[in-house]
């Protein structure tokens, strides 16, 4: 198994242990560890009474806006589950939150890679998984920081791809152009002398 391979597995399972330990745990976990911040809530009832026919309200009566849709989209089916079981949805989303911080991280690592080196790939991945300031913020407060910080990274590995596709084009021609002209010099001298010889001014 190739290093990087073995270097992205061993650090979706770390990532993805931490995400199942904290599903799984006590529900009074939740709101004292995890979903802390109140916004997140604000979420969940919306995306609740949205599964539920109630439209987007956060009181059952009231219109509500001020989301993130994406988010909110992706809250709405997990959600459509608290009718049977309360805490299942919240369960759910910290499982999902953790894949998407995993996804982030790989990402991170290939284009750092890819621009530097495997090494600072390695190091900046780490960083942006275990740092508890970056895990907190971004998939343990069940707000639409993670998915903004996957689609932020995403839209940089594929813009790398295509500069990096661009790049290989475009040297590619070149060599072919030089190809030509070193099988083919009498074209190139007969291009030169035209190019330099006088042009008669007619009178």
Known sequence: MKKEKLFEILLIVA????????????????PNRWFTRDDAYYYFKVAQNISEG?????DGVNLANGYHP????????????????LVLPLR?????????????????YRLVSRVLSQTVG????????FNAF???TVAQFGLETGITAFSLVFFLYVAE??????RSEESGEFA????????????????????????????
Do not use: C
């Open 161 to 166: 791809q295509y500069e990096r596709k661009w």
């Open 134 to 136: 970056i895990y907190a």
């Open 70 to 85: 994406l988010w909110l989209l992706i809250n709405i089916p997990i959600f459509a589950l608290a009718r049977f079981d």
């Open 15 to 30: 990532i993805m242990a931490g995400a199942f330990y904290a599903a799984f745990s006590d529900a009074h976990n939740f």
């Open 92 to 108: 759910i989303l910290l499982v999902l939150m953790g894949a998407i911080h995993a996804a982030t991280a790989i990402l991170l």
């Open 122 to 129: 390695m190091l900046i991945a780490s960083f942006w998984a």
């Open 176 to 203: 072919r152009r030089a190809a030509a002209r070193r099988s083919n010099p009498a074209n190139d001298e007969t291009a030169s002398s035209q190019k330099d010889a006088p042009r008669r001014i007619k009178i």
């Open 54 to 58: 109630l439209g987007s309200t956060f």
